[in-house]
């Protein structure tokens, strides 16, 4: 008996382990969601894409690692990069909350948030708090979702949370909720996949200047070691400077 128990420890601390390993051998472990078109799995090729993703990339190469990227579900990514050192997670929001759970690489993608709603409704808010009466489409544990809850929305009360980015637009399509916090591009972009217009589609009733206008981050749990963090965050400053970055940039956006 005692010897399985030693296994078992033995296994439980090569897991725990394993990510910061790989990243000294050359390879990182990368998690990331399903959000288009920051990234995303393309149906084609099955490859994991996206602007945020190629950032991801030219920072790779430029500091001479090799990434394995994931996509999970965000509460599982969020959950399982902060509990394992040496595992990138992107695009991530930062808020007050999220602060000191991460090591904060930068800024690799410009972002900004609305509440959206079906033009027909003609919902225009002057303050966040009048959205409080209605429904709002969220994504679990994301950080529209810990924005409107640190602002006294409440998850099953006005606030329904999904897992998939793209059930909350056929949730407000399909009117049943009445809002939904969102970045601009994915909405679009999702509102496209969806084959609408997204003109006809989506009014903006409300911007959230307050969240996430700094854009989104690639970033580290805070167990991982500062030489792997600073790692990236010369090479991502390399690709912002040698023009890397702004290439990218127009091509996806």
Known sequence: MVAVKRILMLLALCCATLPYALARE??????????PPYNYTDPRTGKITGFSTEVVEAVLAEIGLKGEIQSLPWARAYEYVQANEGVLIYSIGRNAQ?????????????????????????LKFERLEEAMAYQIATVNEDVGEQYLVSKGFVKGGNL?????????????RAGRVDLWIMTDLVAVYL???AGDDPERMLARSFRIHDLGDDGYYMAFGAKTPDALVERFRAGLETIRRNGTYEALKRKWM
């Open 26 to 35: 050359g390879t990182i472990r990368i998690i990331t969601e399903e959000f």
């Open 98 to 122: 999220r602060d000191r759970l991460f090591k904060w690489v930068g800024v690799i993608a410009p972002t900004h948030y609305y509440l959206f709603s079906l033009p027909e409704r003609n």
């Open 160 to 172: 329904q949370s999904s897992v998939k980015y793209e059930l909350n637009y056929a949730k407000l």
């Open 191 to 193: 509102a496209r996949q």
